[in-house]
């Protein structure tokens, strides 16, 4: 009897528990990353533009950057969950630091409900501002488990940048089972010092020859999507220039991972 409730407890907990790397053989999600340029301001901080647009890709996740949450110059609204709302996606708000009586940070949308989610701040000695990335993680339809994270890295300099990813490091690669997206404004053109320290660790998913800022004539790359561990693979990637939504141009790219 007791050996029969042992595997009866084990079955349980089992199932209980979301199916990750080793409970899959491949997973793949479409990823879309976009700073939205001082909390929105090229559309007049309204939602339906940004819905109009992102609508149009269908995106499992979306990753924001320069998100307004409460301000002033936003009219102290909740841009994000209008967003959602008219997406019928999942927000999740990462604030860096308080501004204008509300907050500026980074943030995630999900077709899918997330089971967790989390904030890491950098704030290294000597810099302008505290910089978020913004996590939660997510059962795919399919039955895998991915974690996706939207950062925005300093602009101070290399050495600000790369202690922002040390920072986000210590956290994100505890975890050495769950693939990882991680993408955003990382204010580093593909040669830099910046994205040689990622690239240590993660995976640069899109190439480095699409530029991706300004949107009205995009003539340098700033903006990447990354994965964790390096077994993913890119199917296509699109760089999107919408000037009346940002001065950056959103990345779209159609991801999948494989375990080994």
Known sequence: ?????????????????????????????????????????????????????????????VLLQEMDNFTSRNG?????????????????????????????????LSKYPYFKAGRVISSPTGANEPRACGWVCIQLPGGGTVRVGSVHLAVESEDMRVKNLADYNKELLADTETPTILAGDFNATPDSNTISYARINWQNLGGTTDFTIPSSGPNRRLDYIMGFPKHWTCQTFKVDAQPSLSDHCALIADLTYEAE
């Open 1 to 61: 009897m007791k050996r029969i409730l042992c595997i009866l407890t084990v079955m349980l907990l089992g199932a209980a528990i979301p199916q990750g790397v080793a409970a899959q053989q491949t997973l793949s999600l479409r990823v879309l990353s976009l700073n939205m340029k001082e909390g929105g301001s090229y559309a007049s901080y309204k939602a339906q533009p940004y819905v109009d647009f992102i609508r149009q890709y269908n995106p499992d996740v």
């Open 76 to 108: 102290n609204k909740d841009l994000l969950t209008e967003i959602a709302a008219g997406l019928g996606m999942f927000p999740y708000y990462a604030k860096s630091f308080t501004y204008q009586g509300g907050g500026f940070g980074v943030a995630v």
